[in-house]
């Protein structure tokens, strides 16, 4: 379901919005702010795992490849 907004923009903003036809305003932005979400969520999963790597111990190459194949043994996907 589709929501009307008020919000904001500033000159630069609005100067790109404006050249825009009518009908494909909404799409730009929804896609846009789709695109925004979609980097933001990354970005944050990135840290998220920077800061478990720097928490955890490490681990040696041999013992990851070992997991990986009893996983495959077991049906694991």
């Known amino acids: ?15 790109v919005i404006e050249r825009l036809p009518r009908g494909t305003r909404s ?5 846009a702010i789709r695109n925004w979400a979609g980097t933001s ?9 920077d800061a ?3 928490r955890l111990p490490a681990v040696r190459t041999d013992r990851i490849v070992e997991w990986i194949r009893e996983g495959r ?3 694991l996907p």
């Open 52 to 54: 478990l790597r720097a």
């Open 41 to 49: 969520m990354r970005q944050d999963a990135a840290a998220r795992m």
């Open 1 to 15: 379901m589709a929501k009307r907004v008020n919000f904001m923009l500033d000159d630069d903003s609005w100067r």
């Open 73 to 75: 043994e077991q049906g």
């Open 27 to 31: 799409r730009a932005v929804n896609a």
